[in-house]
């Protein structure tokens, strides 16, 4: 600008010594007329130039800045350049702007932004699942309008955010979220949350399992302790009860061995991703040695019948497969009276596949029941299982071996009459078996 008051002065400076001169050369009159000519001139340029600019001032964003003539050019090229510069933040910002949404959009936590009336800015699809809100219709909207838990709105007048709340109830009843507001800004709130539905299951089920584990344990224990009491008191022993006393001590030890050792099958199971081999194996092979121990289990007790397809092997772990069939009959035995009827089955399935099945005749479960059968120490009957022997685990065992497998186990029961378990699984883990295997069998 210095500059620009540099030349003026000079333009001036140059028009006073040309009044001057024409003054001397023409006269006063002239000379004073041709000045206010110039004056005039300039005016009307300066005119021109303002109604230029107010013209683009009132054109709609992106017009381009007119051309000017003098220190009018200077003024729209400064104009044109902060045009310029301000079309560039707000590419940046809309680039910064996307960046910040695809990555919220990418992200399992919800996120809402709450202006200083706790009213709906912005927020990414994981809030709009998790909340339930509509971004097109629910925009503007206070969130106590959406959340509507009388406890929430507590939490967000109390202006306490040190703990995140837990929000029961989410998305009809069986979702919880964990809600943490962080203030910023001008009163403005970034809510963040997570789903936090698995993490609460499976910290309900860690302290279930250790309340049934101590509960299954304390009776052997007591038991133990009980009779150990009493043997060391008695001086001279009286050799029925101490015989008893063995018998029963021996019972409640191999109880708490067989749950020792469902657990750590269990532990082992879930914590693998796949079947701890993927190796063939020779189902018609191992359903046979199932039918001969069942046969011994049953003691007579039972009629065993045994249908096997000789030509259908599985690929995956032995072990696990073996453990989880083993399940199936022990069950069926148990839980079958006297004079029942069992049948062990290894067929192919229409898709290809294989279906493993026990079907027994005896005291069935209710419908209630089947859904819950495979949790972790779920028992229709609590006391039957234990007076045979069950940990509670089996089912559970199954269920983990048979989905390292990709298989499912359907059960189809009813009461008095009597079930039918089966593992079937899919055409890929089956295989015709070797002609060598087929031949002998
Ligand atoms: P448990 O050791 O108690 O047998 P499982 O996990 O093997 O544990 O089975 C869970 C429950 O399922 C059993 O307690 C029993 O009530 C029921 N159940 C399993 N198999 C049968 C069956 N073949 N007939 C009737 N009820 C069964």
Same mark, same amino acid.
């Given at each position: 600008?210095?500059?620009?008051?540099?030349?003026?002065?000079?333009?001036?400076?140059?028009?006073?010594?040309?009044? *001057?001169?024409?003054?001397?050369?023409?006269?006063? *009159?002239?000379?004073?007329?041709?000045?206010? $000519?110039?004056?005039?001139?300039?005016?009307?340029?300066?005119?021109?130039?303002?109604?230029?600019?107010?013209? &683009?001032?009132?054109?709609?964003?992106?017009?381009?800045?007119?051309?000017?003539?003098?220190? &009018?050019?200077?003024? @729209?090229?400064?104009?044109?350049?902060?045009?310029?510069?301000?079309?560039?933040?707000? $590419?940046?910002?809309?680039?910064?702007?996307?960046?910040?949404?695809?990555?919220?959009?990418?992200?399992?936590?919800?996120?809402?932004?709450?202006?200083?009336?706790?009213?709906?800015?912005?927020?990414?699809?994981?809030?709009?699942?998790?909340?339930?809100?509509?971004?097109?219709?629910?925009?503007?909207?206070?969130?106590?309008?959406?959340?509507?838990?009388? #406890? @929430?709105?507590? +939490?967000?007048?109390?202006?306490?955010?040190?703990?995140?709340?837990?929000?029961?109830?989410?998305?009809?009843?069986?979702?919880?979220?964990?809600?943490?507001?962080?203030?910023?800004?001008?009163? #403005?709130?970034? *809510?963040?949350?997570?789903?936090?539905? !698995?993490?609460?299951?499976?910290?309900?089920?860690?302290?279930?399992?250790?309340?049934?584990?101590?509960?299954?344990?304390?009776?052997?224990?007591?038991?133990?302790?009980? +009779?150990?009491?009493?043997?060391?008191?008695?001086?001279?022993?009286?050799?029925?009860?101490?015989?008893?006393?063995?018998?029963?001590?021996?019972?409640?030890?191999?109880?708490?061995?067989?749950?020792?050792?469902?657990?750590?099958?269990?532990? !082992?199971?879930?914590?693998?991703?796949?079947?701890?081999?993927?190796?063939?194996?020779?189902?018609?092979?191992?359903?046979?040695?199932?039918?001969?121990? $069942?046969?011994?289990?049953?003691?007579?007790?039972? #009629?065993?019948?045994?249908?096997?397809?000789?030509?259908?092997?599985?690929?995956?772990?032995?072990?696990?497969?073996?453990?989880?069939?083993?399940?199936?009959?022990?069950?069926?035995?148990? +839980?079958?009276?006297?004079?029942? #009827?069992?049948?062990?089955? &290894? !067929?192919?399935?229409?898709?290809?596949?294989?279906?493993?099945?026990?079907?027994?005749?005896?005291?069935?479960?209710?419908?209630?029941?089947?859904?819950?059968?495979?949790?972790?120490?779920?028992?229709?009957?609590?006391?039957?299982?234990?007076?045979?022997?069950?940990?509670?685990?089996?089912?559970?065992?199954?269920?983990?071996?048979?989905?390292?497998?990709?298989?499912?186990?359907?059960?189809?029961?009813?009461?008095?009459?009597?079930?039918? @378990?089966?593992?079937?699984?899919?055409?890929?883990?089956?295989?015709?078996?070797?002609?060598?295997?087929?031949?002998?069998?």
């Amino acid at each position: 600008m210095r500059g620009y008051w540099r030349g003026a002065a000079g333009w001036l400076a140059l028009w006073l010594v040309l009044t *001057v001169i024409a003054a001397g050369a023409f006269g006063t *009159v002239t000379a004073l007329a041709g000045l206010a $000519a110039w004056l005039l001139l300039l005016h009307v340029r300066q005119l021109w130039h303002v109604d230029a600019l107010l013209r &683009w001032l009132d054109q709609p964003p992106g017009t381009p800045v007119p051309h000017g003539s003098g220190i &009018w050019a200077e003024v @729209f090229s400064y104009l044109a350049r902060l045009v310029r510069r301000q079309r560039q933040n707000e $590419a940046d910002l809309r680039s910064a702007l996307e960046r910040f949404q695809s990555a919220t959009a990418a992200m399992n936590e919800a996120v809402i932004i709450l202006d200083e009336l706790d009213r709906i800015e912005w927020c990414n699809p994981s809030a709009e699942h998790y909340f339930e809100i509509d971004a097109r219709r629910d925009l503007g909207r206070q969130l106590t309008y959406i959340v509507r838990q009388p #406890q @929430f709105v507590e +939490y967000l007048d109390e202006q306490n955010f040190a703990e995140p709340f837990v929000l029961r109830g989410a998305r009809g009843g069986e979702t919880t979220l964990t809600v943490q507001l962080v203030p910023y800004g001008n009163q #403005q709130k970034l *809510v963040i949350s997570r789903d936090i539905t !698995r993490w609460e299951r499976l910290e309900a089920m860690r302290r279930d399992l250790v309340a049934n584990v101590s509960h299954e344990l304390r009776t052997p224990i007591t038991v133990l302790a009980g +009779y150990l009491e009493t043997l060391n008191d008695q001086e001279a022993p009286d050799p029925e009860f101490q015989r008893r006393a063995m018998e029963l001590m021996t019972q409640q030890t191999s109880r708490m061995q067989n749950l020792v050792e469902d657990l750590l099958t269990l532990s !082992r199971l879930e914590n693998a991703r796949g079947p701890s081999a993927e190796q063939p194996v020779d189902v018609p092979r191992m359903v046979q040695g199932l039918h001969q121990e $069942a046969v011994a289990l049953s003691a007579g007790r039972h #009629q065993i019948g045994v249908d096997i397809d000789a030509g259908l092997w599985l690929t995956g772990a032995e072990g696990e497969l073996r453990s989880a069939f083993l399940n199936l009959v022990t069950n069926a035995i148990r +839980y079958t009276p006297a004079k029942g #009827q069992i049948t062990i089955r &290894w !067929r192919p399935t229409q898709d290809g596949g294989g279906a493993f099945s026990v079907t027994d005749t005896g005291i069935g479960i209710a419908p209630e029941h089947i859904p819950r059968l495979t949790e972790r120490f779920y028992r229709v009957d609590r006391s039957r299982s234990r007076e045979t022997g069950g940990t509670g685990l089996g089912l559970a065992i199954v269920k983990y071996a048979l989905s390292h497998h990709q298989a499912r186990l359907e059960i189809d029961s009813e009461p008095e009459q009597g079930s039918t @378990f089966s593992a079937i699984f899919p055409a890929r883990r089956t295989s015709p078996a070797p002609v060598a295997a087929a031949a002998t069998a």
